[in-house]
Structures are given as structure tokens and as C-alpha cells.
């Protein structure tokens, strides 16, 4: 559209035209001007009228153009004046388009126009247009403007000459350059007589005969209702109005002629040519001929009455009529009818026919169609078949409220359409059965019909004297289906099937009554995966809550019919669905946009698209498409505050972080033509800063795995257009963010910048070829950039390890050197990269061409570069890929051993714990080995769990949050478990004598074991999950996070410190026992326990010790692969350790599944009925520093075996 600054400009030509042309726009100003040839374009002005006042002022003006310079102009005194000036605008290769666009800019303006202090604008009238055709010009007035008649004589008029006076259009373009004058100054031409017109204004019938024979019926239609629909008057000339326009007659093949309504054959016609009506009102609407003489319908009142029949006397009364309208659509498709009835129900009443006819209302009331076995004749909604045709045609539907039914089974011979539900009247017989219906108010009456696929439309006609033409809405079809819990058969996809037929009407009628904008609904297929139903319903408003409400309503009316059952259920913003059907939900109220998400298997909606963008976002994105310099810092400031408002939300959104990284941009094309001075790029900085926040990482990770869209390169682009556009000013400003510094140069020493101890720069004095340079510092890009290169669009191995530094200087430079400070001291092999916008059809990644690395020490990494652009260094774990592939391999299996391992020992404590928990000692041990093998199984399956969860490119953050917590927690137990076995060995070695119950002791060990790493754990994630440092999030590896707030601290301090202390009680334990022996040190039947706690702890302390001492080691030194794979042996093996040396070298285990063993055998000899003293378990002999000879009892009791220990 031309913009209205065309019109503004085109203002400012005509007044310089007029002041230089005539000088007389200003009444006495004196003006020097120099001024070189121009192109003869003629600027003539006329005085309109003058008041007179005084000002005095001298006004110096500088050169205008190279060919226009007023060196100085002297007002001595001003006469307020107004002045007609005229343009001439050549439009030779202008589009039509756009000349009909600026006469539409040109009458919408709004008036004054101020141009000056002493000058206005007041009115702009465009008056001619000059056309080139195959003979020369045309030159055509524009409404309101005429050429003087010596001009229509002189150069030839190409229309009539209107009141003697002028005309609207010559064959030339007049040579005395004279443009079209406004018609009321005109004078009329003194020579041709004009002949006497009458003052009265007068009225002309004109009929005009069209030829439809190969038109439609349906275009004819289109036609009739078009014109119905015009309001008049319609404005032909300043002289000649049309009033009416109306159908009167319409002939057919068959040499009928019948009259349109409110109009009519007069007697003597319907006598002479025979009427194929009755004659009524001293007319008839049909004769049999077409009449030789011409004439035809005439408007029945203006008829003549028959000579023979008396006159009816007709008395004017304003009344209402009801006519019925039969349509017949057999070969019309069923969309085309949805439209129709659309069309119907959103015009715009009443509609004006004539001056004493209009139609208030139209309502589409019977269906009538085809099946296999005759016509079904269905009603619209609030109509319905009175009880006796419900009766007397055989009703396909219920008899509702005992009066009426919604479908019969015939086309009903005496004409009736279906009627208004509360005009029909209850059956005799029956008694009224309550439904709850919805009542409008209309009106309706029946005529008869024909057995065929009919629609009718009954018209209500009332006498009134306004229109309004109607408007048709846009049609949406939507494509829908739902799922069917039955076996398929193809023969339900017959449209006479019972099934078909009813789900067909089913959804008609659901839909219908559910969406505001129901066109039609329509059954296309069943389809085999159960029973697929597709369906479409067209529709005029797409609402996504009303959509879902049909979807219930569906289910509600045949889904125990059909077996349409939900699978998800009850979502708060989803509501229902099935099993891999795509919903789409609206967004908040604050927010535009829409959400689609899929119900899964599981019963719940996995979010596919998300793009709710927040209002307040989006209108300033609309703000931002038309911003100008002069409205930056009012809009900057708005929009910093809004971000900062909407935080949360907003880096929760990656739909709104595109929607904010597209207004940056437009701030930045903004700032091409204004400089940016220290203010607005602070908040420009502040609003950048939030989207690379922490925070927003999970929205930039969605917005990066989409391939086809750069939001991450354009972003970064911002910040190299906006540097190149500040204000000479040098500043430094300092975000939480992004730190950027605009300073000085010193030609004559090298250079350097060190940005916040994290990245250094040096620039030598030979490369110092400028005098300013800006730096902006990113603290968190890697949250934006991915770290794909050149040589990977996918990469999974390298991370960002140093913050991203932009470098832009008024010069080139061709030798620099950054040092970066490395991030995350776990990874190695860095590569010095810059963002190469090009990269990937221009999706941008990290490129080296040009850069080196120079020195990788200290945690230091630096390169050199022999460009400027935006830097940063890539880094990958220092373990090889095939390294690491083998230590994954010894971790799985070890893990899988470790926890069939853990399985055995919990199934062998249930097997003997009645035969080994004779004491509380022995109970106390059984307990903590139990929980301890348990902890290490829990831990060990959130460990495979969390590893699969980091297998996928795009981390789940909750699932591995959660995963973590759990190997957190787990882990955390098995060593506080592993020092209350410490403590019980303690308490019974030193306190031998002291007795606590088995409660008390039960209690102490579960609040220790279980307590005291969920209230560890829980303050761990509570601390740091909030500001995003849980979990660690360069390697993808689900486990507490090391380089940000060092969580893993959380788990290695406790555990390590439960080594320490277990080794001194092991000390302490061990010496009592080497200075009193151990029966001096435990009770005689406690023995035993004591010595395998002992013993568990002296081994399994500094095996567990070791493994996670190892696991330390890998962070402090993870170049070394000997650790990594010591530790994932170590740490693969402890479910086996627990099990060897914690349950099987208890020789109170061993005897009880040797009894257990024994027992067995006993039963089965004695159900063979047979003896023998020396089969079974006859020796059974361990070697350890004593030999127990375990001999079976002599007879095989169900008592167990005797047994006898003697030491050797």
C-alpha cells in the first residue's frame, strides 16, 4: 500500500511549486533563489481569498538540491492567505493499482496538514487523469470537476456535454496546460440553445430481456439474490440514479412465463394467452405463451381489474408472510449444500427487495434424501414432523415429547415441510416423554414437494424500508477422526450400512450442536487399525474448546455402542484423547498462538508444538515492524522492562525467545540509520541478557534441534549489526550477562583487554590500523549457540569451554591473540573456533578456518586468529571415543554382575533369616547387610535408567533430575548403612555389658540409614535445581553436577567421611580385640557376628573407600584413563563384594543352607520309603583356621540334624 509519506511529500512538492512559480503563496515575502532549468512542468495557483496580517522575520536557507538554492528569503509582512495550487504527476508506467491506492491515501487525509508555522495545507483534490489509447489522449475529470464547454467544442468531447455547460472527458490534453475546474465554475456555453428541461425530477422504467437458456438455475439464483442484495440508490451520473432494480418475469422452454413476486399478468393477458394458475386479484403469475407485444409482468397494482369478476377491495395493511422454498439438489455435491445453509444463517437482516418488501428472516427447515429403500426426509434443528406424519410415514427416529419426531420415511404427499417445534401439538395417545431441547424463536409453513433430494428454505417477507447486504464468512474444513474398539470389516464403509448411517448422523448432530460455525459434518471412511473413523467438518469458527467438547460429546452419545473409549483423561489444558490422536489447545488468555500435543499409551500428552507466544510480546514485535529512531528509546525501554516483567515465562518459551530474537533484529536494521548511544544499549544488552540466561538453555536446545530455522545465528547477528552502529562516544557497560567496552587504541604499544579475567586479548601495534574497538563479552552464549563445527551438523562431543567474545574494530586487523579461560576443567582437545554465519545453507556454526591454537596450560587455552568476528573455544572429554565405548561396555556388564549379585544375597537372607537372627547382634548385622544389598540394587537400576535418559541428543531435564536424586539418595544410603554396621560392631566391642532393645536398635538404624541421605539429598536438589545446577549438563551424563555448584560434594564428603570413621572403629575394634582377645570382648553367643562385621567392614570399607576415591580421581584428573578404568571396574563389582564377603563366608549362613539342604534330602527319602545311613550329607568339611565336621543325625527326622564341632 503506498505508505501516506508519499502523500506528504507530494504536499510538500505543491507548496515549493507554488511559492517558486507564481511567489505569491506568501503575500510580500522578498526571495533570492538560483535555480537551474527544469522540465517545464506547469504549476499554475489561483487565489481563493485573503486576511491581512503582520509579521516580520529574515530567514536564511542553505542549498536545497544541486539545482535549487534560496540564499534568502525576507518576510516584511504576511497576508494570511489561501492558495489553490495543481501537481502534474506523470503515471505513464505506474500501475493502475497503485494511482487508485494514492486517490484513496490522497481523500483519507486528515485536514490541516501543517507545513510550516505560516502554512497549512487544507485540502488536496486529484481533478484529472490523462490516458493514452490507440488514438492520442483522453483526458477524464475526476467526480465533482468538468472541462468548460469551449474545451468539450475545442479538443472534442469523448462523453456527452452535461447542463449546456460542460463534460466529463476530451480527446487531448489541452495545450494551455488548464486541468479539469470544479463543475459550479463553470459557465454555460453561449451559443447552442439549450432546450427547456423540466425543474421536476422524473422516473424511467427501463426492462431489459436476458437470454438464460444455457445459464444455470443455480447461476440464476446467484444472480437474483445478488441484485436483492444491492442498496440503492446507485449513483450512474450527477443526473441519473437507479432506485430499484427488480425480476419481474421468467420464460421457459415449455412457452410458460411466470411472474416474480409482487408482480403479474394483467386479465386480459391470462384470458388471451390461457393461465396456468388461477386468476386472482384481477391477475394471474403464469400464462401459456410468451406474449408477440412484449410486454411484461407488470406490478399488480398497477393492473387494470376484469371487466366481468368484481373488484376485492385490498386494504394496506403492514403484514408478515412466511413462503416456502423448494430446492432440488439432487446432483448438487453435499459441501456445496453446507455452503448454502452457512451462507443462509449469517446474512444480514432484513434484506431489502422493494420499497414495501423485505425479508426478515430465512430458515432452512427439511432435507429430504435418497437411501436404497426410498427418501428419508430429516428436519433441521428446532423443527419437526407433527406426531400423525410421524405415524402415518413411519418415523426413523424417536417420538419426542410425545408430539413429534425428527425423520420420516417418505416424502409427505400433502406438501408439508417440517414445522416449528413449539407450533406442533401433542399425539392423542401417547404419553410425552421429557427432553431437554434448545428453543429459537422462527417461523414456518409448508407447501408441497416432489420425491426427490430436497433442501427447504422458508422465506419470511415483511414490509419494511431498509437493507443491508449480506457478507459471507470464510469456510475451514477440519479433518477429525476417532478410534473404534472393534474389528474391522470393509463392509461398513457401505453407506446404506446401519453403522455408517449411524455414526454419520451421529457426528452431523454433535458437531452441530457444539460449534457455533457449523457448516456440515460428514462420515468419509472407516478405516482398519480397530475401526478408524475420518470424517471433515466444515466449519466458519475454528474453536479448539468447542472441538473437544463435540470430541466428549461423541463418546458420550456411542462410545458404549461402539466402544470409543479415552485414553487420556482429564488434562488440564488437553482435556481427552486416544491413543496417538494430535490435540490442539489454545493458549492462555494472555497469549496468542496455539499447542498440539499426542496422547500416548501411558495415559498422558507428550507436548509436540508449543507456539503460545505472550501479547505483550507480540505487539511489540508489530510495534518493531514499523520503528523508527526517533521512537528507539521509548520502545527499548519497554521492551527491557517487559522481559525483565515476564521473565519466567519467557525463557520457559521457545516461541516467545524467537518472537524477541526477530525484535532485535528490527533494532538492530533500525540502528543502521540511528547511532546508538550508551543508554540504548544498555537496554538492549539487558534484554539480550535474559535470553541467555540459565534459565532459557531448554528453550534454546528445542529451538537449535529445529534444522530449518537460524533463531541462534540471528540472535548473534544482532550484536555484529548494532556494534557497527554506536555513537562515537568510548563507554563500558556491565549487564549480569554480557559486558560490552568500547575504547581507545594506542597505535604506538601492543594492546591488551582483558575482559573480566576470562578472556584476554592482544592486538600488536603493527595490526593497530584503527583507533577504536568494541568488545562484548558473553558470560552464557553456550546456553544459545550448539556446539556443532564445520565438519558435524550433530555434534554430541564437543562443548563451548570458554565464554564468546565479539571483537570489532574501524579497521582491519589481520593478527590477534585471545586467551580464554576454560569453563569445565574435565574436557581437553580444544579448538579455537569462530560462529561462521554461512555454515549449513546459513544455519551457522563453529568454523577454524583462520585460527590456531597456540598453547593449551594452566587452564588457559589461547589462539590466534587473522580476522574479527565472534570467538570461542570448542572442547571434548579427553577420553577417546573408543576408549570411552569400552569403559561403557565394563560398566554395563559389572553393573549387570553386581546386581544379579544383590539379588542372590537378598534371596538367601530371606531363606535363612530365621536360623540366622537368633540374637539382636545377629538380627542388627542381618538388617544392615539386607539394606545395603538393596540401596546398591535401587542405585544400580536409577544408574541404567539415568544412562539411558542421556543416550538421546535432547535430555528430558526432569527425568534426569529425577533419575539423579534417586542414584543420589540410593548411593547416600549404602554408606550410612555401611556405618551403622560400624557403629553396631562398636557398641557391642566396647559396651559389652550394655543391652538396648531391639525397637530402640531398629529405630537408631533406619533413621540413620534412611534419614540422613534424604534430608541430605533433598537440601541438595533444593538448593541448586532452581538456578539450573543439579545436574551436570556437558557430557549429558545424569549425576550431580561438578563445574557450576560443585553438588557432587553432596555425596562424596558424606561418603568419604563414612570411610574414615569406620576405619577407626575397625582400629579400635581390632585393637581391643588383640589386647583382651575376643571373648573377652563379646557375649559367647554374639561371637560370631561380631567377627563377620568385623570382617565385612575391614574389607568392604576400604573396597568402597577406594572405588569412589577413584571416582574423585576422574574429576581431578580426567586425562588419565587408567582411573577411568580402575573405577569402572571398582565400581561395577561392589554388588559381588557384598555378596562374597558379606553373606557366603558367614559360616552361620553356610550351616543353615547346609540344614536346609539336608532337610530336603531327608524329606525325599522319606517319601521314597527308603533308608540309608550313609547317603546324603554325610561330610560336609570347610578348611579355615578351624575343621568342623558336620556328620547327619542317625535317623532322618523332620527335626534337622544333630551337629558336633571339634576343634583341631
Not at 437474483?224 to 441519473?240: D, E, F, H, Q, R
Not at 422452454?253 to 388471451?272: I, V
Not at 534426569?960 to 555401611?978: G, V
Amino acid at each position: 500500500m503506498a505508505s501516506p509519506k508519499t502523500v506528504w511529500y507530494l504536499s510538500i512538492l505543491l507548496v515549493f511549486c507554488c511559492s517558486l512559480e507564481k511567489q505569491d503563496c506568501l503575500e510580500t515575502p522578498n526571495v533570492t533563489s538560483e535555480e537551474s532549468p527544469t522540465d517545464g512542468s506547469q504549476v499554475p495557483s489561483r487565489e481563493k481569498r485573503e486576511v491581512t496580517a503582520n509579521l516580520s522575520e529574515k530567514i536564511l536557507i542553505s542549498p536545497i538540491s544541486s539545482v535549487l538554492t534560496i540564499t534568502e528569503i525576507n518576510i516584511t509582512t504576511a497576508i494570511l492567505s489561501e492558495k489553490i495550487g495543481e501537481v502534474e504527476l506523470d503515471i505513464t508506467n505506474i500501475p493502475a493499482e497503485l494511482i487508485d491506492v494514492l486517490k484513496a491515501s490522497v481523500k483519507y487525509l486528515t485536514y490541516p496538514i501543517l507545513i510550516s508555522s505560516v502554512l497549512n495545507i487544507t485540502e488536496i483534490n486529484i481533478t484529472t487523469a490523462c490516458y493514452q489509447n490507440s488514438i492520442g489522449f483522453q483526458c477524464r475529470c475526476e467526480d465533482q470537476y468538468g472541462w468548460s464547454c469551449d474545451q468539450c467544442s475545442s479538443y472534442g468531447s469523448c462523453d456527452d456535454i452535461i447542463d449546456g455547460k460542460i463534460c466529463g472527458c476530451v480527446n487531448a490534453v489541452p495545450s494551455n496546460g488548464q486541468f479539469c475546474q470544479p463543475i459550479t465554475n463553470l459557465t454555460a456555453c453561449p451559443s447552442p440553445t439549450t432546450p427547456a428541461v423540466p425543474s421536476n425530477i422524473s422516473g424511467r422504467i427501463i426492462e431489459i430481456e436476458l437470454d438464460m437458456t444455457n445459464i444455470s438455475v443455480t447461476l440464476v439464483d446467484v444472480l437474483k439474490a445478488s441484485v436483492n442484495g444491492l442498496t440503492y440508490p446507485i449513483l450512474i451520473s450527477n443526473v441519473l440514479n437507479v432506485t430499484d432494480v427488480n425480476f419481474t418475469t421468467a420464460c421457459y422452454p415449455n412457452s410458460t412465463c411466470r411472474c416474480e413476486d409482487q408482480y403479474g399478468w394483467s386479465c386480459d393477458q391470462c384470458l388471451s394467452y390461457g393461465s396456468c394458475d388461477s386468476i386472482a386479484d384481477d391477475s394471474c403469475g403464469c400464462i401459456k405463451a410468451i406474449p408477440p407485444d412484449g410486454p411484461f409482468c407488470q406490478p399488480i397494482p398497477d393492473l387494470t381489474a376484469c371487466p366481468t369478476p368484481s373488484p376485492i377491495p385490498v386494504t394496506a395493511i403492514l403484514s408478515e408472510k412466511i413462503g416456502e422454498v423448494e430446492l432440488d439438489i439432487t446432483n448438487i455435491p453435499a459441501e456445496l449444500i453446507d455452503v448454502l445453509k452457512a451462507s443462509v444463517k449469517y446474512l444480514t437482516y432484513p434484506i431489502l427487495i422493494s420499497s414495501v418488501l423485505n425479508i426478515t428472516e430465512i430458515n432452512i427447515t427439511t432435507a429430504c434424501y435418497q437411501n436404497s429403500i426410498g427418501f428419508q426426509c430429516r428436519c433441521e434443528d428446532q423443527y419437526g414432523w407433527s406426531c400423525d406424519q410421524c405415524s402415518s410415514y413411519g418415523s426413523c427416529d424417536d417420538i419426542i415429547d410425545g408430539k413429534i419426531c425428527g425423520c420420516v420415511n417418505a416424502v409427505p404427499s400433502n406438501g408439508p415441510f417440517c414445522q416449528p417445534i413449539p407450533d406442533l401439538t401433542a399425539c392423542p395417545t401417547q404419553s410425552p416423554i421429557p427432553v431437554s431441547t434448545t428453543k429459537q424463536t422462527t417461523a414456518s409453513s409448508t407447501t408441497p414437494t416432489t420425491p426427490s433430494s430436497t433442501t427447504s428454505i422458508p422465506t419470511t417477507k415483511q414490509s419494511t424500508a431498509s437493507s443491508t447486504t449480506p457478507t459471507t464468512p470464510s469456510v475451514n474444513t477440519l479433518n477429525l477422526q476417532f478410534t473404534m474398539d472393534i474389528t474391522f470389516n470393509s463392509t461398513f464403509n457401505d453407506e446404506n450400512n446401519a453403522m455408517f448411517k449411524d455414526v454419520d448422523q451421529t457426528i452431523r448432530d454433535v458437531y452441530k450442536r457444539n460449534m457455533r460455525g457449523f457448516i456440515s459434518a460428514k462420515l468419509n471412511r472407516f478405516k482398519s487399525g480397530s475401526v478408524i473413523s475420518d470424517f471433515t467438518v466444515m466449519t466458519t469458527i475454528v474453536d479448539n474448546e468447542e472441538i473437544a467438547k463435540a470430541k466428549d460429546d461423541i463418546v458420550s452419545t456411542i462410545g458404549g455402542k461402539y466402544k470409543i473409549r479415552f485414553t487420556c483423561l482429564n488434562n488440564t489444558i488437553f482435556g481427552n484423547g486416544q491413543v496417538n490422536e494430535i490435540v490442539v489447545a489454545n493458549c492462555k488468555s494472555d497469549e496468542v498462538g496455539y499447542k498440539t500435543a499426542i496422547c500416548q499409551e501411558n495415559g498422558t500428552f507428550s507436548v509436540r508444538e508449543n507456539n503460545c507466544v505472550l501479547k505483550e510480546i507480540e505487539n511489540l514485535f508489530l510495534l518493531s515492524q514499523t520503528l523508527v529512531g526517533t521512537d528507539l528509546p521509548g520502545f527499548l525501554e519497554r521492551l527491557r522492562n517487559s522481559t525483565f516483567n515476564l521473565l519466567d515465562r519467557i525463557v520457559a518459551s521457545p516461541a516467545t525467545i524467537s518472537i524477541i530474537v526477530d525484535i532485535l533484529k528490527n533494532v538492530a536494521n533500525v540502528s543502521r540509520s540511528t547511532p546508538i548511544n550508551k543508554p540504548l544499549m544498555t537496554n538492549f544488552l539487558e534484554t539480550a541478557g535474559v535470553l541467555t540466561s540459565n534459565g532459557a538453555k531448554a528453550s534454546w536446545d528445542v529451538l537449535n534441534t529445529n534444522l530449518t530455522k537460524n533463531e541462534n545465528s540471528v540472535f548473534l547477528g544482532t550484536f555484529e549489526t548494532i556494534s557497527n552502529f554506536l555513537t562515537n562516544d568510548f563507554f563500558d557497560i556491565e549487564t549480569p550477562s554480557i559486558i560490552l567496552n568500547k575504547t581507545s587504541v594506542n597505535n604506538s604499544v601492543n594492546n591488551s583487554f582483558n575482559l573480566n579475567s576470562s578472556v584476554l586479548i592482544d592486538i600488536p601495534a603493527s595490526e593497530a590500523s584503527f583507533n577504536s574497538i568494541t568488545i562484548i563479552t558473553f558470560d552464557s552464549l553456550n546456553n544459545v549457540l550448539p556446539a556443532r563445527n564445520s565438519s558435524s551438523l550433530n555434534d554430541s562431543v564437543n562443548s563451548i569451554n570458554g565464554k564468546v567474545v565479539l571483537v570489532k574494530v574501524n579497521g582491519t586487523i589481520k593478527n590477534v591473540t585471545f586467551s580464554f579461560a576454560v569453563l569445565n576443567e574435565t574436557l581437553g582437545n580444544p579448538q579455537c573456533v569462530f560462529w561462521n554465519f554461512s555454515l549449513f545453507g546459513g544455519l551457522g556454526g563453529w568454523d577454524d578456518n583462520g585460527c590456531e591454537l597456540q598453547s593449551d596450560e594452566d587452564r588457559t587455552v589461547t589462539c590466534h586468529c587473522n580476522h574479527l568476528t565472534s570467538y570461542s573455544i570448542l572442547m571434548s572429554p579427553f577420553i577417546p571415543d573408543a576408549f570411552r565405548a569400552a569403559l561403557d561396555f565394563i560398566t554395563y556388564i559389572g553393573v549387570g554382575i553386581s546386581m544379579g549379585c544383590l539379588v542372590v544375597c537378598l534371596i538367601i537372607e530371606i531363606l535363612v533369616w530365621n536360623a540366622v537372627t537368633g540374637n539382636n547382634t545377629s538380627y542388627m548385622r542381618h538388617v544392615s547387610i539386607v539394606n545395603i544389598a538393596l540401596s546398591l540394587l535401587i542405585a544400580d537400576i536409577w544408574f541404567i535408567i539415568g544412562a539411558a535418559i542421556s543416550e538421546y541428543d535432547q535430555k528430558n531435564v526432569p527425568a534426569c533430575s529425577a533419575a539423579t536424586f534417586f542414584i543420589h539418595f540410593f548411593y547416600l544410603a549404602l554408606f550410612f548403612w555401611m556405618l551403622v554396621s560400624g557403629l553396631l560392631l562398636l557398641y557391642r566391642t566396647v559396651m559389652v555389658f550394655s543391652h538396648m532393645s531391639k525397637p530402640a536398635m531398629l529405630a537408631f538404624s533406619f533413621f540413620l540409614g534412611y534419614g540422613a541421605p534424604i534430608i541430605i539429598a533433598v537440601i541438595t536438589i533444593a538448593v541448586t535445581a532452581p538456578v539450573k545446577e543439579y545436574i551436570r549438563d556437558n557430557d549429558g551424563v545424569c549425576w550431580l553436577n561438578w563445574t557450576e555448584s560443585m553438588a557432587l560434594l553432596a555425596f562424596v564428603i558424606p561418603a568419604l567421611t563414612i570411610v574414615v570413621i569406620n576405619l577407626l572403629i575397625l582400629i579400635v575394634v581390632l585393637y581391643k580385640m588383640l589386647t583382651r582377645g575376643v571373648g573377652d570382648v563379646t557375649q559367647p553367643d554374639e561371637r560370631n557376628a561380631v567377627v563377620v562385621i568385623a570382617r565385612c567392614l575391614a574389607i568392604l570399607t576400604p573396597f568402597f573407600g577406594t572405588t569412589w576415591g577413584l571416582g574423585v580421581g576422574t574429576m581431578t584428573n580426567p586425562e588419565n584413563l587408567g582411573i577411568h578404568i580402575v573405577f569402572a571396574i571398582f565400581n561395577s563389582l561392589q554388588g559381588l563384594f557384598i555378596l562374597v564377603f558379606g553373606t557366603l563366608l558367614d559360616k552361620k549362613i553356610r550351616e543353615a543352607l547346609t540344614g536346609m539342604s539336608q532337610v530336603s534330602s531327608n524329606r525325599t527319602r522319606t517319601t521314597n520309603a527308603t533308608t540309608s545311613s550313609t547317603s546324603g550329607l554325610g561330610f560336609f568339611r570347610i578348611r579355615r583356621r578351624n575343621i568342623f565336621n558336620i556328620s547327619a543325625a542317625p535317623t532322618y527326622s523332620t527335626t534337622g540334624a544333630s551337629e558336633t564341632f571339634i576343634n583341631t
